[in-house]
């Protein structure tokens, strides 16, 4: 069984790494071309940003590989013969608590150097050390308290059940709409100040949109992301009386009103579908389905691993091999993204004009050197948002790529 498990997650690296080298490839070759989208600078900035990310992350796929199988081979008999405790709870409590943090320090170093020297060098991180650091501790201190519930939790259930992995489903899935939440109520303003727009002209108008969706929100609030970070975003968060809109100083400075309110009526269209419902319980489905196969894992996994049947073990497995169930699932659940973010195109364009939305998508890819062409296979296994090419020319744009403009010429 563990040979099988070693060869899946071995063929999983390799597809992984497979896509990242054909993506260098195709952006190395895009980047010679006639600028789409972005300015001819920024065109070049991004295609040099993706390159050095992607690389990053094909040593990052080879990096996990071999902690994979460190961990399988040594690691996790190594840990299981260092923990004593005698309550089961406690000790699956202590093991998953210090395999995550193990797990944290083994992939710091690639953290850092993305936060600290490819972000830096490419004008995207503007946080400083201190802020880092205390980010660092408060997010430690959030996962030790109440991770560490969790996986009591979940332990307790595994003690107290036969079919425990349906209860433990339940239980998660529970916790994980509770988070959503609480989630821009009490946990984001830990880490940024929220502050209520001050630009009642803008507020008026969101708030109109919101009445129009027959959206209910808990108010509309600017984000202090530029202590962190240059790039744009908005968001509509929370579930339930918590939902409030989120926008990013940098979004409010950067873009004018049409194009905020064309951004925030996209958003709202995902509403209106009910897409956040959607992605709810196909996330819940998916859930569903790795609480009921690691639920039920052959007990000769555990002489394999080295380790005495405990239930913490099943916890690390899950963590360990959740991803390439992910993995599986994203092509399909991709396809279904793709197709509402058409849609909530759409509905944005109505709430204010297809023009505006146009606009507002090319500034954001722009100020977020978002590189507009990727390879088919990286969109078919990754991209959850159609390319950005495809969604202009469905809101009216006339966008050709040098490819295009070979076969049909362009327009000057």
């Given at each position: 069984m563990l040979m099988m498990i070693s060869v899946i997650y071995?063929?999983?690296?390799?597809?992984?790494?497979?896509?990242?080298i054909m993506e260098i490839g195709f952006v190395i070759k895009a980047k010679k071309t006639k600028p789409v989208i972005l300015t001819p600078a920024n065109f070049i900035k991004a295609a040099n940003y993706k390159i050095a990310t992607s690389k990053i992350e094909l040593v990052s796929i080879l990096y996990d590989l071999l902690l994979f199988f460190w961990w399988i081979g040594y690691g996790l008999n190594m840990l299981d013969s260092q923990i004593y405790f005698q309550n089961e709870i406690l000790k699956s409590v202590v093991f998953v608590d210090a395999f995550i943090v193990i797990n944290y320090l083994f992939s710091l170093p690639f953290d850092l150097h993305k936060t600290f020297s490819l972000d830096k060098e490419f004008g995207f991180s503007k946080i400083d050390a201190k802020t880092y650091v205390i980010d660092t501790v408060k997010s430690g201190l959030l996962f030790l308290v109440f991770g560490s519930l969790v996986i009591a939790l979940i332990s307790w259930i595994m003690l107290t059940f036969v079919s425990w992995w349906i209860w433990g489903f339940v239980a998660v899935f529970i916790i994980i709409l509770f988070v959503n939440m609480i989630y821009p109520t009490l946990i984001a303003p830990i880490f940024n100040k929220f502050t209520p727009l001050e630009n009642e002209d803008l507020k008026s108008?969101?708030?109109?949109?919101?009445?129009?969706?027959?959206?209910?929100?808990?108010?509309?609030?600017?984000?202090?992301?530029?202590?962190?970070?240059?790039?744009?975003?908005?968001?509509?968060?929370?579930?339930?009386?918590?939902?409030?809109?989120?926008?990013?100083?940098?979004?409010?400075?950067?873009?004018?009103?049409?194009?905020?309110?064309?951004?925030?009526?996209?958003?709202?269209?995902?509403?209106?579908?009910?897409?956040?419902?959607?992605?709810?319980?196909?996330?819940?489905?998916?859930?569903?389905?790795?609480?009921?196969?690691?639920?039920?894992?052959?007990?000769?996994?555990?002489?394999?691993?080295?380790?005495?049947?405990?239930?913490?073990?099943?916890?690390?497995?899950?963590?360990?091999?959740?991803?390439?169930?992910?993995?599986?699932?994203?092509?399909?659940?991709?396809?279904?993204?793709?197709?509402?973010?058409?849609?909530?195109?759409?509905?944005?364009s109505e709430c204010e004009s297809k023009e505006a939305l146009s606009s507002a998508l090319m500034k954001l890819a722009d100020e977020n050197k978002s590189f507009p062409l990727s390879h088919p296979l990286s969109i078919f296994l990754y991209f959850t948002h159609p390319p950005l090419v495809e969604r202009l020319r469905k809101l009216g744009a006339n966008i050709k790529t040098s490819k295009e403009c070979m076969e049909e010429p362009c327009q000057a």
């Open positions: 071995t063929l999983y690296a390799f597809i992984k790494f497979y896509v990242a108008a969101i708030e109109n949109l919101l009445q129009k969706a027959g959206l209910k929100s808990s108010g509309v609030f600017s984000l202090d992301a530029s202590k962190r970070d240059s790039r744009l975003n908005a968001y509509f968060g929370g579930l339930g009386k918590s939902k409030r809109v989120v926008l990013f100083d940098t979004l409010i400075e950067k873009l004018d009103k049409n194009e905020l309110l064309a951004v925030l009526g996209h958003e709202l269209g995902h509403f209106k579908h009910k897409d956040i419902i959607k992605n709810i319980l196909s996330s819940g489905l998916m859930l569903f389905v790795m609480f009921a196969i690691f639920g039920n894992l052959p007990q000769d996994i555990y002489i394999e691993l080295g380790v005495i049947n405990g239930i913490y073990i099943n916890i690390i497995l899950f963590l360990m091999l959740s991803p390439i169930l992910s993995f599986l699932f994203m092509p399909i659940f991709g396809m279904i993204s793709r197709k509402n973010e058409y849609a909530a195109d759409e509905y944005g």
